[in-house]
């Protein structure tokens, strides 16, 4: 996201080596209230960020950003990780906010090796509201005991996660400070670190 956002704005004016990644973190949430399309989102997102930079970005801008989600590149442990925990016999449901087609098209075009996926277009809400897991449990007949969330974001994953009883290890990559009440099950900087949790 960084950057595509950040070279979209640079075009229009943005500074070089500003990051817009907080920014554009707080003003997504804020369009995930209501669902609607992940494009849109992004699309709306794109042109509040800009806005808070004192830049204007036309729609077609914003949406043409919103189109380069497949080619996002992965964390660099993504793709061996999620084969590693196929291969110790872990079932991997990706939990997405975003669309379907999108999803399909990351998957895709980064070989990632999953069992399956839930979209915020599947259930009709973002995280952090329970659509997707109200959706997981039901879909795929497990248990909360059985179950392990693994995500980055605090506000989106991991205070939803544990508010239902379900275990959750915070892949915290940029070493932020862990926010007060708020109890992951595991820290690891990267997934590495998870599957080294987990051999234990």
């Known amino acids: 996201m960084e950057s595509h956002l950040g070279g979209l704005l640079q075009r229009e004016g943005l500074r070089p080596g500003v990051s817009v990644y907080p920014v554009y973190v707080r003003l997504e949430a804020e369009q995930e209230g209501e669902y609607k399309s992940y494009r849109t989102v992004l699309q709306d997102t794109a042109i509040a960020v800009a806005k808070q930079f004192n830049i204007s970005i036309s729609k077609g801008e914003a949406q043409e950003f919103a189109e380069t989600i ?15 925990l196929g291969d110790r016999g872990y079932k991997r449901i990706i939990l997405s906010n975003i669309d379907r087609d999108l999803l399909q098209q990351t998957i895709n075009q980064n070989d990632l090796s999953v069992d399956g996926y839930i979209t915020a277009e599947d259930v009709g809400s973002y995280k952090p509201a329970s659509g997707h897991w109200n959706r997981f449990f039901s879909e795929y007949r ?21 508010r239902i009883g379900v275990a959750n290890a915070w892949i915290n990559r940029y070493g932020e400070p862990k926010p007060a009440n708020v109890n992951p099950t595991f820290v690891c900087p990267d997934l590495v670190g998870l599957l080294n949790v987990l051999d234990q």
Do not use: R
């Not at 497949?70 to 590693?84: Q, R």
């Not at 497990?142 to 544990?162: F, N, R």
């Open 142 to 162: 497990v248990t909360k005991e059985e179950t392990l969330h693994v995500a980055q974001s605090i506000y989106h994953d991991i205070v939803p996660s544990t």
């Open 70 to 84: 497949p080619i996002w590149k992965p964390f660099s442990d993504t793709v061996n990780a999620l084969k590693a």
